[in-house]
């Protein structure tokens, strides 16, 4: 699976971006995709993801009510809904897929980095104050 994100840029706080995530190659199997941010010298964060087959979505407490994560299936694209931004939110953004199932029971799993197989290129959010 190849993966191509793109939508980052320079916002204001307060302000709204959307992060696109278009997946193309073997994606036949994939379960889920998510969204990791990283700054420098810290480890990558996980931020959201979305479980293709029950469209159930989970998220770190950090993006909580501010961020939706969902998917397009007929474009096979992902998205970032990010909103109410703030200073914090500036890193680099990360899209990855993993054809992994974790029960809904178990979506705090998905947090892990380790269980994607597919990350994107990075596409660079900077939220001024």
């Known amino acids: 699976v190849q993966l191509q994100a793109s939508g980052g840029g320079l916002a204001q706080a307060g302000a709204s971006l959307r992060l696109s995530c278009a997946a193309s190659?073997?994606?036949?199997?994939?379960?889920?995709m998510a969204w990791f941010r990283q700054v420098p010298e810290k480890e990558r964060e996980f931020v959201a993801v979305?479980?293709?087959?029950?469209?159930?979505?989970y998220y770190s407490d950090s993006v909580k009510g501010r961020f939706t994560i969902s998917r397009d299936n007929a474009r096979n694209t992902g998205y970032l809904q990010m909103n109410s931004l703030k200073p914090e939110d500036t890193a680099v953004y990360y899209c990855?897929?993993?054809?992994?199932?974790?029960?809904?029971?178990?979506?705090?799993?998905?947090?892990?980095?380790?269980?994607?197989?597919?990350w994107g290129q990075g596409t660079q959010v900077t939220v001024s104050s």
């Open positions: 990855a897929t993993t054809s992994t199932r974790f029960a809904l029971s178990a979506m705090s799993a998905y947090e892990q980095s380790d269980v994607y197989g597919s």
């Open positions: 979305f479980r293709y087959n029950s469209g159930n979505s």
């Open positions: 190659g073997r994606t036949f199997g994939t379960s889920a």
